[in-house]
């Protein structure tokens, strides 16, 4: 017995330290082979450069980067910018403002493990230790939270503080501590609300809702604690006072914020109206938590009916488990509970057609949650209980197993033979270019028209006065990336392929070649 104890042991240690290492390399070491600055339709990274460096000259933003999509006329408060600042005093690189992200994820995945194990109440300590370990290196394994959290975008923090929000609340309904450690712990929960709010549209929704049920939950069980009762006002404040110049931006100018986002809930979608029909909206609320699977815990590089079904047998068998034999802690399951309930319902009015796997970060943690809880409360001496963890563990090896394939591409499109132009690759092709001299991008158009990478890069790391030009004319230098990443604008985001870079359909003379591009001279 003692053996079997010990090796049981050794496993979850094995698995805690796995996914803290592999966490550690993904999420901060590649980080600095950022390859990632400018891809997509939108320029963000660049924009959030602007941002932080005009911040270092004393212009500090009110707002953050426009919400919904930036069709309704609203922006979400500004707190990631605000996040995102202190590590550039290292300096002006990318790198450095996509570091946070990548320290708030790496630091998840020790949250969790230890989110986990606070879950699995009723659960003998060594099997709980290995199944919190499991939840961990799971996580630590999920490509799209390796890929989002290496580069500079507000919802990459969300699952972090969304653990936090949890953990707060579970101290405020369980705890005996004094009513300044309970008074204190509320004005952080106030804080975390104002930092998810702020992170995308989604969260700035549904948190708040969230919040205020939570907090009448907790005024309910303290009802006849009159003080307790006013404890909830704390992180109110807290929260606006950490919004202070959000608030100041509404109120001058006439709260013109809000109003585009009573737009926003209230106008047409892109495709029209949600259904008003009750089955279909339930239908589209299941559809979208089944869809998760395939993007993001059973990938491929096409929509796959077999990962379709693989998530619907999967989330059928998870519910199925803790519905019945859940006997964890439940302030912190019905927490989670209600955040997606309430996520679902609001998933279930999205009318557009493409529902992108980082508008569902709130529901990531829910398959991981609802596997390991069922792992843990199954009574293993019944077959038909050994049946269902099979295949569960079975399903759990296939999700780890297709994302470390995908994990295994990124990294390879920063480390391989054929690999990506890193923003330090750039700056040394761009340190080779004579002082004051015309760089083509063809990019520099429509949305990147005022701030292209290249742009950034100059003015704020190299600093060789260049001209930058999509007009390329007689004289001017070309990069030209070997590959480009070309990755899939749609529900299958962030999957991605490496493309080779068609030359441009100019004379041109070649005066460089690294092995992630050739720097040319238009003739």
């Known amino acids: 017995m003692g053996k079997s104890i010990n090796k049981v042991r050794g496993m979850a240690l094995i698995l805690g330290i796995l996914a803290i290492a592999f966490a550690f390399f993904t999420r901060i070491v590649s980080i600095f082979e950022?390859?990632?600055?400018?891809?997509?339709?939108?320029?963000?990274q660049i924009t959030f450069g602007y941002l932080w460096m005009d911040m270092w000259k004393g212009n500090f933003p009110q707002l953050g980067l426009a919400g919904g999509g930036g069709k309704y006329g609203f922006a979400i408060p500004p707190l990631y910018i605000y996040l995102g600042f202190p590590l550039t005093i290292f300096g002006t690189a990318p790198e450095f403002q996509v570091l946070t992200?990548?320290?708030?994820s790496f630091l998840s995945i020790p949250l969790l493990i230890y989110f986990v194990y606070q879950l699995l109440e009723n659960v003998e300590q060594d099997k709980r230790l290995l199944l919190s370990s499991l939840a961990g290196f799971w996580y630590s394994t999920i490509y799209g939270d390796y890929f989002i959290n290496n580069f500079s975008w507000n919802p990459s923090p969300i699952p972090f503080f969304l653990l936090v929000f949890a953990l707060l609340y579970r101290f405020q309904m369980e705890t005996s501590k004094p009513l300044l450690y309970q008074a204190i712990a509320w004005i952080f929960f106030g804080i975390t609300v104002a930092i998810l709010v702020s992170l995308h549209t989604t969260t700035m929704?549904?948190?708040?809702?969230?919040?205020?049920?939570?907090?009448?939950?907790?005024?309910?069980?303290?009802?006849?604690n009159t003080r307790k009762c006013l404890l909830p006002f704390l992180s109110i404040l807290s929260a606006?006072?950490?919004?202070?110049m959000y608030w100041n931006s509404e109120i001058v100018r006439n709260f013109a914020n809000t109003k585009g986002l009573v737009?926003?809930?209230?106008?047409?979608?892109?495709?029209?109206?949600?259904?008003?029909?009750?089955?279909?909206?339930?239908?589209?609320?299941?559809?979208?938590?089944?869809?998760?699977?395939?993007?993001?815990?059973?990938?491929?590089?096409?929509?796959?009916?077999?990962?379709?079904?693989?998530?619907?047998?999967?989330?059928g068998i998870s519910l199925y488990?803790?519905?019945?034999?859940?006997?964890?802690?439940?302030?912190?399951?019905?927490?989670?509970?209600?955040?997606?309930?309430i996520f679902l319902y609001a998933s279930s009015n999205y009318p557009d057609e493409h529902f992108y796997s980082h508008r569902k970060i709130l529901l990531w943690f829910a398959p991981i949650l609802l596997a390991i809880a069922s792992l843990a409360y199954l009574n293993f001496t019944k077959t038909f209980d050994r049946i269902l963890g099979l295949v569960l563990a079975i399903?759990?090896?296939?999700?780890?197993?297709?994302?470390?394939?995908?994990?295994?591409?990124?990294?390879?499109?920063?480390?391989?033979?054929?690999?990506?132009?890193?923003?330090?690759?750039?700056?040394?092709?761009?340190?080779q270019i004579p002082v004051g001299s015309p760089l083509c991008d063809p990019a520099k158009k429509g949305k990147r028209k005022e701030h292209g990478q290249y742009d950034y890069i100059d003015t704020f790391m190299t600093k060789r006065e260049l001209t930058i030009t999509n007009a390329?004319?007689?004289?001017?230098?070309?990069?030209?990336?070997?590959?480009?990443?070309?990755?899939?604008?749609?529900?299958?985001?962030?999957?991605?392929?490496?493309?080779?870079?068609?030359?441009?359909?100019?004379?041109?003379?070649?005066?460089?070649?690294?092995?992630e591009a050739y720097l040319y001279k238009i003739e």
Request: hydrophobic share 45%; charged share 15%.
């Open 321 to 341: 488990i803790v519905i019945k034999k859940y006997r964890g802690n439940k302030t912190l399951i019905g927490f989670f509970a209600i955040t997606w309930i």
């Open 205 to 224: 929704l549904i948190i708040p809702v969230t919040s205020v049920i939570a907090s009448l939950g907790f005024v309910y069980r303290n009802r006849k």
């Open 472 to 515: 390329c004319p007689s004289g001017s230098y070309y990069i030209q990336p070997k590959f480009k990443m070309a990755i899939q604008m749609n529900d299958l985001f962030p999957i991605f392929t490496l493309a080779k870079t068609p030359p441009l359909d100019r004379p041109m003379t070649s005066l460089l070649e690294t092995p």
């Open 34 to 44: 950022y390859v990632t600055f400018d891809i997509g339709p939108d320029p963000d």
């Open 263 to 315: 737009r926003a809930l209230t106008e047409k979608g892109a495709s029209g109206e949600p259904s008003s029909n009750l089955f279909t909206r339930l239908f589209k609320a299941i559809w979208e938590t089944v869809y998760l699977g395939n993007q993001v815990f059973f990938l491929n590089d096409n929509i796959s009916i077999f990962n379709v079904v693989v998530s619907a047998i999967f989330f």
């Open 240 to 244: 606006n006072l950490a919004l202070i």
């Open 395 to 431: 399903i759990i090896g296939y999700s780890i197993a297709t994302n470390l394939y995908f994990n295994q591409r990124y990294l390879a499109s920063k480390y391989g033979s054929e690999r990506l132009l890193s923003v330090a690759d750039t700056v040394e092709i761009i340190n």
């Open 101 to 104: 992200n990548g320290l708030f």
